[in-house]
């Protein structure tokens, strides 16, 4: 999951099966590229071919994702967070002009308030997925609440 061309055909794949031709097609990328990155995601067991079509004597399989979730584990120390790496390249590819929120908000609290905060992130998170209407336009969010090495006298 740390590639973000893997990442992207997931995101593809989350309004409904594809074959390779239309993952690359939608995503710009070369068929070879396209094939390659859903073959280790196939062995990775996050997409299955849920469906096959013969066009003109070759084999067109339809792909979906095996899983609707995914739980990364934490980044070991001195990595970079894949999720938060895949955010901050998709934001930079938005379409120009596009309608977004982007905001880094620094405070200082309680132990509790932070919980309570987690929370509320989370119950916000879960709203907007079950608000998916697939006939409009996609949004993503992403949320990161932690705590930072804390710096003397800040």
Not at 40 to 54: F, Y
């Given at each position: 999951m740390s590639?973000?061309?893997?990442h992207r055909i997931l995101g593809v794949l989350r309004d409904g099966p594809a074959t390779i031709t239309q993952v690359a097609e939608k995503l710009g990328l070369a068929k070879g590229s396209s094939s390659y990155h859903m073959r280790l995601l196939e062995r990775a067991g996050l997409v299955k071919v849920v469906r096959t079509n013969k066009v003109r004597g070759v084999m067109e399989r339809y792909y979906d994702r095996a899983v609707r979730n995914i739980h990364l584990p934490d980044p070991a120390p001195g990595q970079r967070d894949v999720l938060l790496g895949h955010a901050i390249a998709d934001?930079?590819?938005a379409p120009e002009?596009?309608?977004r929120f982007v905001r880094m908000q620094h405070t200082r609290i309680p132990d509790d308030r932070?919980?309570?905060?987690?929370?509320?992130l989370e119950a916000l998170m879960d709203e907007l997925g079950a608000a998916?209407?697939?006939?409009?336009?996609?949004?993503?969010?992403?949320v990161a609440l932690f705590r930072p090495k804390d710096t003397p006298g800040a």
């Amino acid at each position: 999951m740390s590639n973000v061309v893997r990442h992207r055909i997931l995101g593809v794949l989350r309004d409904g099966p594809a074959t390779i031709t239309q993952v690359a097609e939608k995503l710009g990328l070369a068929k070879g590229s396209s094939s390659y990155h859903m073959r280790l995601l196939e062995r990775a067991g996050l997409v299955k071919v849920v469906r096959t079509n013969k066009v003109r004597g070759v084999m067109e399989r339809y792909y979906d994702r095996a899983v609707r979730n995914i739980h990364l584990p934490d980044p070991a120390p001195g990595q970079r967070d894949v999720l938060l790496g895949h955010a901050i390249a998709d934001l930079a590819e938005a379409p120009e002009g596009s309608r977004r929120f982007v905001r880094m908000q620094h405070t200082r609290i309680p132990d509790d308030r932070f919980e309570e905060f987690v929370d509320r992130l989370e119950a916000l998170m879960d709203e907007l997925g079950a608000a998916r209407d697939n006939d409009h336009q996609a949004a993503t969010m992403a949320v990161a609440l932690f705590r930072p090495k804390d710096t003397p006298g800040a």
